[in-house]
């Protein structure tokens, strides 16, 4: 009895040194590149851990670097944040109606849209670079806000959640809510809604994430200082800035804090719906 509670122990020991050896991996990356973005120029790169620290690297960002010219990095930050939440929401939203008819509404051609759907999500998103950015050009919509935003506002990967986690909703609560005369625009928002909160939060983080780090659309579509997002704008300041490793650890700092910090706050939400969508 006592050897087997030893070997329990022993094997316990060994998953919590595993977990914490692997946790170590994943998170020592961004450890170093917050690290390095405070560390001493003469440091950055040359030691894993720096010893002397300065804020050198973010006031070389904010007062233009070697051109002293400062960039509009708040305005570039407020443009990130409007066309990510904007984009996000719509793709959302769409979502949240497409699967609804897609899982609970039936009509003629349902498994036909659904296999549509398949395949598109396995389709190269790339080929439809050169034909969407015509078509923002032609209809006008070229340097606006619009033209970084319409073309983003469907996600297919979220009609995919949505339906598969709409499906699993016994259609017992729509029949009642249509039995007291509710729409199926009620049911949707007062019913299929508020039940997957989960998922729901899971598909936003990752949506967010996907548009926040967007670069090559928005390099595209606009050409405006005023237009520019925050990716886009340290794209530019760093092709002739390349050989200052410090204020680009400190703009990758700045580029995935909003992320980390949204992360953190839903982080039990998350997991709940990465509990559901894995069964």
């Excluded at 509009?72 to 930050?77: E, I, K, Q």
């Excluded at 008819?101 to 998103?125: C, E």
């Excluded at 979220?158 to 049911?187: C, H, R, S, V, W």
Aim: overall charge positive; cysteine-free.
């Amino acid at each position: 009895m006592v050897g087997s509670n030893d070997r329990s122990k022993f094997r316990l020991t060994v998953r919590y040194i595993v977990a914490t050896a692997l946790l170590l991996v994943m998170v020592f990356p961004y450890l170093y590149m917050v690290l390095s973005s405070f560390a001493a120029w003469n440091q950055v790169d040359r030691k894993l851990i720096p010893t002397s620290y300065t804020l050198k690297s973010y006031i070389w960002l904010f007062t233009g670097g070697e051109s002293g010219v400062p960039r509009p990095w708040l305005h570039a930050f407020f443009n990130s944040v409007f066309v990510s939440l904007a984009s996000t929401l719509l793709m959302m939203v769409f979502g949240v109606m497409v699967s609804y008819a897609l899982a609970k509404v039936k009509f003629r051609g349902r498994s036909f849209v659904n296999n549509v759907i398949l395949f598109q999500m396995f389709f190269p998103a790339i080929i439809l670079l050169v034909p969407n950015f015509l078509v923002i050009q032609k209809v006008g919509l070229y340097d606006t806000y619009w033209a970084m935003i319409i073309p983003k506002a469907v996600s297919l990967w979220a009609i995919f959640m949505y339906t598969n986690f709409f499906k699993a909703i016994p259609t017992a609560f729509i029949e009642a809510a249509k039995l007291d005369g509710a729409t199926d625009l009620q049911i949707l928002y007062k019913i299929m809604v508020p039940m997957s909160k989960s998922i729901t939060t899971v598909i936003f983080l990752f949506l967010l994430m996907e548009r926040w780090t967007e670069l090559l659309w928005d390099m595209i579509v606009v050409r405006s200082d005023g237009m520019l997002t925050l990716n886009v704008l340290l794209s530019q300041m760093f092709g002739p800035y390349g050989a200052y490793p410090g204020p680009m650890y400190a703009a990758s700092v700045l580029l995935t804090l909003p992320i980390v910090i949204i992360f953190l706050i839903y982080s039990k939400k998350f997991k709940e719906g990465m509990q559901f969508s894995l069964k």
